[in-house]
């Protein structure tokens, strides 16, 4: 596959996978679906903003480089080749590798610690010493008392965030390693092929 095609197919999936995360990352701001929990009702994880900064914008940078990167150069397909581009692609590509590592850390440190609730009478991370063990156990999901249904919500969201960080962090290497290719090498589409 040309290098130019290769760009196109890995940032129309990066441009997805970065709206995924900062939806799923919105939807961690609001556990059940409501409005009314502060910032001390959520955890920590989900107002760092993985999703929406890391996993989100982040990467929808690299994405729309690696479209651009598809396209014809900045001189047509004549002289460079589709090579300027290509270089900036291989910046934004390292830019977006480390939000995505970014968002898959914290995505996976919320995962471990567990969501902040109300139980008991107290408000505070109560899955903090089971170091993920009630992922397991999902008996214990219903012991937080507010936000209701918090534990799958965060668990779902958290997974989500994870998988689309991972995909992301694949997706950038590969169009790093693409771009580079492109740099050197240039684009194999012939002149009148391009877009």
Known sequence: MCTGKCARCV?????????????????????DGKTTWTKDHLSLQAWLMAGFIG??????CPGIAAV??????????GCCGNRC???????????????????LAVS????????KCLMNGKWDYHFQETSGG???????????EEPPHVVPWNVTLFSL???????????????????VIG??????RKKGTAE
Do not use: H
């Open 11 to 31: 940032g129309l999936s990066l441009i997805l996978l970065s709206l995924v995360c900062i939806v799923a990352n919105a939807l961690l701001l609001v556990p």
């Open 108 to 115: 996976g440190a919320g995962l471990q610690i567990g969501p």
């Open 183 to 188: 740099v050197f090498c240039g684009d194999c």
């Open 161 to 179: 965030l994870m998988t689309a960080s991972g995909l992301e962090i694949i997706l950038c290497g590969t169009q790093l390693v693409n771009a």
């Open 68 to 77: 651009r990167a598809g396209g014809k150069g900045c001189c047509g397909a």
């Open 85 to 103: 581009r290509m270089l900036r692609s291989v910046f934004c590509s390292a830019f977006g590798l480390l939000g995505a590592i970014y968002c």
């Open 55 to 60: 996993g989100g914008l982040m990467v929808l």
């Open 134 to 144: 009630y992922l397991l156990n999902n008996t214990q999901w219903n012991l937080c």
